[in-house]
């Protein structure tokens, strides 16, 4: 036999009565390793709830109480993973040195009007304001500059 509190009006209880001499509620009964579900907890209110926890019992996660908890635990890992990568900033250091080179290069085509207009061929603006006497490229015209500049890259 053993001595727990009720859920509703807090006074100890025997294990063995089947009603809280005080309030009438059904006297609690011993839970250890007993567990319900959500869905059975809902049913509850909070005081019978806690009353149930401190009894022994076990109220189960639910399926989104799961997944936040997954998702959580999926960040921190990865961000444990992240911080403790020391090759990602030479990796970034890397690309941006890329990154000027490549501007770098179009600077330098750019300076080529050939490659300007091949670029309208392709229907790439690359001006910003268009020259007074601007003209539209011919087919003709698009088709012998790109022989020419294969030839030249060859």
């Known amino acids: 036999?053993?001595?727990?509190?009720c859920?509703?009006?807090?006074?100890?209880?025997?294990?063995?009565?089947t009603s809280c001499p005080k309030c009438g509620a059904p006297a609690p009964k011993s839970r250890?390793?007993?567990?319900?579900?959500?869905?059975?907890?809902?049913?509850?209110?909070?005081?019978?709830r806690r009353?149930?926890?401190?009894?022994?019992?076990?109220?189960?996660?639910?399926k989104v109480q799961k997944f936040f908890?997954?998702?959580?635990?999926?960040?921190?890992?990865?961000?444990l993973v992240k911080c403790n990568g020391t090759?990602?900033?030479?990796s970034e250091s890397a690309s941006v040195d890329q990154v000027q080179k490549a501007l770098q290069q179009l600077?330098?085509?750019?300076?080529?009007?050939?490659?300007?207009?091949?670029?309208?061929c392709e229907g790439i603006n690359p001006w910003k304001t268009k020259p007074n006497d601007w003209t539209p490229p011919t087919k003709k015209e698009c088709t012998e500059l790109d022989k020419i500049l294969e030839?030249?890259?060859?």
Request: with cysteine; proline share 3%; net charge positive.
């Open 51 to 62: 009353a149930f926890q401190n009894a022994g019992g076990k109220i189960l996660l639910s």
């Open 7 to 17: 859920f509703e009006c807090g006074k100890k209880v025997s294990t063995e009565a």
């Open 151 to 154: 030839l030249e890259a060859k």
């Open 69 to 79: 908890f997954i998702v959580i635990g999926l960040f921190i890992l990865f961000g």
């Open 87 to 90: 090759n990602e900033l030479s």
């Open 107 to 120: 600077d330098n085509a750019m300076k080529d009007p050939r490659k300007i207009r091949l670029l309208e």
């Open 32 to 48: 250890k390793g007993e567990s319900i579900t959500p869905e059975q907890s809902a049913s509850m209110t909070y005081k019978q």
């Open 1 to 5: 036999m053993a001595l727990l509190k």
